[in-house]
């Protein structure tokens, strides 16, 4: 199986009007989904977040919400326990991420 992540279901968000432009978000981020651009954060590849949780945890004013631990990390994760396609379908069914 090949590493990927699934588009458009990451969980990350920002609020550039809570956003004070230092760039915690940027430095611990593992896989550079944000810049800083006119002294605020933006989300320049919301498909590549992995959805760790360092941005927001590292966030002093709370700017960025992300639900670690679920979405594509978790399905990925998922595919290779069980040697199957990654899968994010949030049906309700008991592998919802």
Same mark, same amino acid.
């Given at each position: 199986?090949?590493? %990927?992540?699934?588009?458009?279901?990451?969980?990350?968000?920002?609020?550039?009007?809570?956003?004070?432009?230092?760039?915690?978000?940027?430095?611990?981020?593992?896989?550079?989904?944000?810049?800083?651009?006119?002294? %605020?954060?933006?989300?320049?590849?919301?498909?590549?977040?992995?959805?760790?949780?360092?941005?927001?945890?590292?966030?002093?004013?709370?700017?960025?919400?992300?639900?670690?631990?679920?979405?594509?990390?978790?399905?990925?994760?998922?595919?290779?326990?069980?040697?199957?396609?990654?899968?994010?379908?949030?049906?309700?069914?008991?592998?919802?991420?």
């Amino acid at each position: 199986m090949k590493h %990927k992540y699934l588009k458009d279901v990451s969980t990350l968000e920002l609020s550039t009007d809570k956003c004070i432009g230092c760039g915690k978000c940027k430095e611990v981020c593992p896989h550079a989904v944000i810049e800083i651009e006119n002294r %605020k954060a933006q989300i320049i590849d919301k498909n590549a977040c992995m959805e760790c949780g360092a941005c927001m945890n590292n966030c002093p004013v709370n700017a960025i919400s992300v639900h670690a631990g679920v979405g594509c990390v978790s399905a990925v994760i998922r595919g290779w326990l069980t040697n199957s396609e990654p899968s994010c379908d949030c049906s309700g069914g008991s592998d919802c991420c």
